[in-house]
């Protein structure tokens, strides 16, 4: 039968002789009414137990691939081939399986991916403990199904941390608890925009953010930054109403600005004068480093903001618990949504999150890694000065986990191959600029980044130099 078995393959020995034998089967190689050897025959052949290959052959005949004939043997079923079909090589098939998530990065690459947390100094043990706790202490209702909106310990720990720590307005029942930032902007939209309708943006921003807010055949209308975020004179007037305006108040992204107190207020009285809302994203303003973290811009107009959150910075990414504070007119509608998306975000995590904030161990982790972030700050700003000099500007130094770094030369054509070329992965923004995300990197990792940056731009300038020539 031309089958190879390898027992330490990953892929169960009888799996191994169903992918062989319906490969066989689709590309034509074993024709439709083709004798089957019994099931002893081919175990004895392949050296394998006759259970093997009885499991093969029962998958096999599920799927209409063999069919069985009482007293005759097991045959090729009639119609089961697919012209140009050509089974994939075992390597072939078992890299795919392999490479899931992001793409591995090269040995010794260093990226300045942009929202990752330096997750080696992550509290497993205490989360660990909360985790095991909820879990030993669960109801069958807590292994039931929840509210779509949220555990209702977790929203009002969270209720009480927002206003503590960044002056929110609002009660637990107008929390809604999502999977990650990311769905929370996807209810918001199917909550706010229809086709036709205008969403404001900062500019520059967040492509996924774009592509998530024009999935209902809404228009985007770009608004400038500069160093204090959303230029808000640039707002539509003339009896024009965008349905929402996307900001990034606290620290905008990606150029870093805090937006000034004036501007808020401009904001506050723009929307409340039309049919309009803000979208509030305070997505890494926890670690703030000349001070404490903002107020909100929620806590100015509540009933005409939604503001949003996550603990993919503040704990772990894989985590996936984000949240959103809503006016109270689109608590009911925006729970429906949550419901028919998904139902509900996992119960346990939800509450062991509610056991791990309500213990103070999120507020001495952010302690702890605002320290930490301040210092890989500082290390990345000293590496860019002995590198650079001063041919450089830096934008986003007061928060977050990322800098932008702003050159006064023009970067060179394809920069970002020239880069990869170096071994380092960062975001070339439009106007000389370089989006450096710090909070994973050690401080050696910071050097040496910065070195083939150096470098990347150093060739990239010989070869603008050698094709002037030419």
Same mark, same amino acid.
């Given at each position: 039968?031309?089958?190879?078995?390898?027992?330490?393959?990953?892929?169960?020995?009888?799996?191994?002789?169903?992918?062989?034998?319906?490969?066989?089967?689709?590309?034509?190689?074993?024709?439709?009414?083709?004798?089957?050897?019994?099931? #002893?025959? =081919? *175990?004895?052949? /392949?050296?394998?137990? %006759?259970? $093997?290959?009885?499991?093969?052959?029962?998958? +096999?005949?599920?799927?209409?691939?063999?069919?069985?004939?009482?007293?005759?043997?097991?045959?090729?079923?009639?119609?089961?081939?697919?012209?140009?079909?050509?089974?994939?090589?075992?390597?072939?098939?078992?890299?795919?399986?392999?490479?899931?998530?992001?793409?591995?990065?090269?040995?010794?690459?260093?990226?300045?991916?942009?929202?990752?947390?330096?997750?080696?100094?992550?509290?497993?043990?205490?989360?660990?403990?909360?985790?095991?706790?909820?879990?030993?202490?669960?109801?069958?209702?807590?292994?039931?199904?929840?509210?779509?909106?949220?555990?209702?310990?977790?929203? #009002?720990? =969270? *209720?009480?941390? /927002?206003?503590?720590? %960044?002056? $929110?307005?609002?009660?637990?029942?107008?929390? +809604?608890?999502?999977?990650?930032?990311?769905?929370?902007?996807?209810?918001?939209?199917?909550?706010?925009?229809?086709?036709?309708?205008?969403?404001?943006?900062?500019?520059?921003?967040?492509?996924?953010?774009?592509?998530?807010?024009?999935?209902?055949?809404?228009?985007?209308?770009?608004?400038?930054?500069?160093?204090?975020?959303?230029?808000?004179?640039?707002?539509?007037?003339?009896?024009?109403?965008?349905?929402?305006?996307?900001?990034?108040?606290?620290?905008?992204?990606?150029?870093?600005?805090?937006?000034?107190?004036?501007?808020?207020?401009?904001?506050?009285?723009?929307?409340?004068?039309?049919?309009?809302?803000?979208?509030?994203?305070?997505?890494?303003?926890?670690?703030?480093?000349?001070?404490?973290?903002?107020?909100?811009?929620?806590?100015?107009?509540?009933?005409?903001?939604?503001?949003?959150?996550?603990?993919?910075?503040?704990?772990?990414?894989?985590?996936?618990?984000?949240?959103?504070?809503?006016?109270?007119?689109?608590?009911?509608?925006?729970?429906?949504?949550?419901?028919?998306?998904?139902?509900?975000?996992?119960?346990?995590?939800?509450?062991?999150?509610?056991?791990?904030?309500?213990?103070?161990?999120?507020?001495?982790?952010?302690?702890?890694?605002?320290?930490?972030?301040?210092?890989?700050?500082?290390?990345?700003?000293?590496?860019?000065?002995?590198?650079?000099?001063?041919?450089?500007?830096?934008?986003?130094?007061?928060?977050?986990?990322?800098?932008?770094?702003?050159?006064?030369?023009?970067?060179?054509?394809?920069?970002?191959?020239?880069?990869?070329?170096?071994?380092?992965?960062?975001?070339?923004?439009?106007?000389?600029?370089?989006?450096?995300?710090?909070?994973?990197?050690?401080?050696?990792?910071?050097?040496?980044?910065v070195r083939r940056i150096c470098s990347a731009l150093r060739r990239g300038q010989k070869d603008l130099s050698l094709q002037a020539l030419f």
């Amino acid at each position: 039968m031309w089958i190879s078995i390898d027992p330490e393959a990953k892929l169960p020995m009888f799996r191994q002789v169903f992918e062989a034998l319906r490969g066989a089967i689709l590309s034509g190689t074993l024709a439709s009414g083709f004798k089957l050897p019994s099931t #002893r025959e =081919l *175990a004895a052949e /392949l050296g394998v137990s %006759r259970n $093997v290959i009885l499991e093969a052959y029962e998958l +096999l005949m599920s799927e209409g691939y063999i069919t069985g004939r009482s007293g005759s043997g097991t045959f090729v079923a009639e119609g089961a081939r697919l012209e140009g079909y050509a089974p994939e090589a075992p390597a072939e098939r078992q890299q795919a399986a392999e490479l899931t998530g992001d793409a591995v990065p090269a040995p010794g690459g260093i990226s300045f991916r942009t929202g990752r947390p330096a997750l080696e100094f992550f509290p497993v043990k205490q989360w660990a403990s909360a985790l095991q706790e909820v879990c030993l202490e669960a109801s069958p209702d807590d292994l039931s199904y929840g509210d779509p909106a949220g555990a209702p310990e977790l929203r #009002r720990v =969270l *209720a009480e941390h /927002l206003w503590r720590t %960044r002056g $929110v307005v609002c009660r637990p029942e107008r929390i +809604l608890v999502t999977n990650g930032a990311l769905q929370a902007l996807q209810i918001i939209v199917r909550l706010l925009l229809g086709c036709g309708d205008e969403a404001v943006v900062e500019d520059p921003s967040n492509e996924d953010l774009r592509s998530v807010l024009t999935a209902t055949g809404a228009s985007l209308r770009l608004l400038p930054v500069d160093e204090d975020g959303l230029m808000t004179r640039e707002l539509p007037r003339d009896g024009i109403r965008p349905k929402c305006i996307y900001v990034t108040p606290s620290h905008q992204f990606p150029m870093g600005g805090i937006l000034p107190v004036q501007r808020r207020i401009e904001l506050a009285r723009y929307v409340q004068g039309r049919d309009s809302w803000i979208i509030e994203d305070d997505y890494d303003s926890e670690f703030r480093y000349d001070g404490p973290p903002v107020h909100s811009l929620q806590s100015l107009c509540p009933e005409h903001v939604i503001y949003i959150g996550t603990f993919s910075k503040t704990l772990f990414p894989s985590l996936r618990i984000g949240y959103m504070v809503l006016p109270e007119r689109f608590v009911e509608r925006a729970r429906q949504i949550k419901r028919l998306s998904d139902y509900q975000t996992p119960t346990l995590e939800q509450l062991a999150l509610a056991r791990f904030m309500g213990s103070g161990h999120l507020s001495t982790h952010v302690h702890r890694m605002k320290k930490i972030y301040k210092k890989r700050r500082a290390h990345l700003l000293q590496a860019l000065h002995e590198q650079l000099g001063s041919g450089f500007r830096v934008w986003g130094r007061p928060a977050g986990l990322h800098l932008v770094l702003e050159l006064e030369t023009p970067l060179p054509p394809d920069f970002e191959r020239h880069l990869h070329e170096h071994g380092v992965t960062a975001a070339v923004l439009p106007g000389r600029r370089l989006l450096l995300g710090y909070g994973h990197l050690a401080e050696e990792q910071l050097t040496e980044g910065v070195r083939r940056i150096c470098s990347a731009l150093r060739r990239g300038q010989k070869d603008l130099s050698l094709q002037a020539l030419f």
